[in-house]
């Protein structure tokens, strides 16, 4: 009696910890998707809108609560190709789009980071940098 319920018992636990371990690799095996709109916080009315496709990235400066859009970065794009949590890379500039546009960064190439949900980069206009941080939509 005192075998079977061993038995029975050592058959349940490792049933219960390969199931455990099951749950963890699955979440762990995805490839993040980052491709879609993402927003950074609106500041009364004002915020940056970025639309990432399979290889580019652009990014507009939006004003007057949607109404007015000006393209600050357009450029390259490199979707993570394995399972992570975070991803970087730098995006060439794509100087035919930005060459003319007034509030565009001149920058040859920018630097990307996603992490916890949120893709962040660096922004610099009259003098000052900050870095934003962008949500999907």
């Not at 915020?47 to 290889?55: F, P, R």
């Not at 990235?57 to 949590?85: C, H, L, Q, R």
Request: glycine share 6%.
């Amino acid at each position: 009696m005192k075998k079977k319920l061993t038995i029975i018992l050592l058959t349940a636990f490792m049933l219960l910890s390969l199931t455990a371990c099951g749950g963890k690799s699955k979440e762990s095996e995805s490839i993040p998707d980052l491709t879609g709109t993402w927003k950074s916080e609106n500041n009364n009315g004002s915020y940056q809108e970025a639309v990432i496709t399979e290889d580019s990235i652009e990014i507009n400066w939006v004003m007057d609560d949607g109404k007015t859009k000006s393209i600050y970065w357009a450029g390259t794009f490199t979707a993570p190709t394995e399972a992570t949590d975070t991803h970087e890379w730098t995006s060439e500039r794509d100087k035919e789009k930005t060459d003319t546009a007034l509030l565009a960064s001149t920058d040859d190439s920018k630097d990307f980071s996603y992490s916890n949900g949120k893709i962040s980069y660096e922004v610099s206009a009259m003098g000052t940098t900050t870095t934003l941080e962008l949500t999907k939509e």
